[in-house]
């Protein structure tokens, strides 16, 4: 009769190695977290040069939307979070980044800052948004936004955008693609007000003191 006498080190390295094995596996499937920001849109047409100082933001948004993960909509009862796709920056700052830079390409603005700017700092006027919906939705992109500008004492314009984007795919660089439209469909409207009422409503040489801060910031991107 023959006896087997086990290796117990043996033993050990077996397991160690299935082990390692199966931590291998679990790294090998794991997905990439993807990072994500909107890009400028060009005018349609070159800007006729307006003569403004504007302060951008702040810019709000619905509590759903205060967060790092990118936000869908899956049925009329349920949005999904997006666990690996998220934005590269806070939605806040870089829509207000995005709206200046849009609109210094549709005004010919030389002189454009976002909230909070520096006390040295001169605005004519300051814009406020607060995005209500900002979504995909069935191969479409959402955005309802309330904006207005304001002077040292008041509301000079206050309107309401709503602004669909089709044709968007369901992965998420569409997706991201077709929100960019749609903030240049925002910039296109907030522009078009500003060249139709700018010799009633908008004066340069206001200097409001609105959305002054501390020491100046970076650019929040």
């Known amino acids: 009769m023959k006896t087997t006498t086990k290796n117990p080190w043996l033993a050990k390295l077996s397991w160690a190695t299935l082990a390692i094995t199966l931590l291998g596996g679990c790294a090998t499937t794991s997905k990439p977290i993807n990072h994500y920001l909107m890009s400028p849109i060009a005018p349609l047409a070159a800007p006729s040069p307006v003569n403004l100082a504007l302060g951008i933001g702040p810019v709000t948004l619905a ?13 009329p009862t349920r949005v999904r979070i997006a666990s690996n796709d998220r934005w590269a920056a806070p939605l806040d700052a870089h829509l207000s980044a995005l709206l200046a830079t849009n609109l210094r390409r549709r005004l010919g603005l ?8 520096p006390q040295a ?94 020491p100046p910031s970076a650019d929040p991107g």
């Open 110 to 117: 030389s002189r454009i800052s976002t909230f909070p700017w």
């Open 63 to 75: 509590h759903y939307l205060r967060r790092q993960n990118i936000v869908a909509r899956e049925s």
């Open 121 to 214: 700092a001169c605005v004519d006027y300051q814009l406020t948004v607060h995005v209500a919906r900002f979504i995909y939705d069935a191969d479409r992109v959402h955005l309802d936004a309330r904006w207005r500008f304001l002077d040292n004492q008041s509301s000079v314009v206050a309107e309401h955008f709503s602004g669909i984007e089709e044709r968007c795919g369901p992965d998420y660089d569409s997706i991201v693609d077709a929100m960019s439209r749609a903030v240049g469909g925002l910039s296109d409207e907030i522009a078009e007000v500003i060249h139709r009422d700018r010799s009633k409503s908008f004066r340069p040489g206001v200097c409001s003191t609105r959305g002054r801060a501390g």
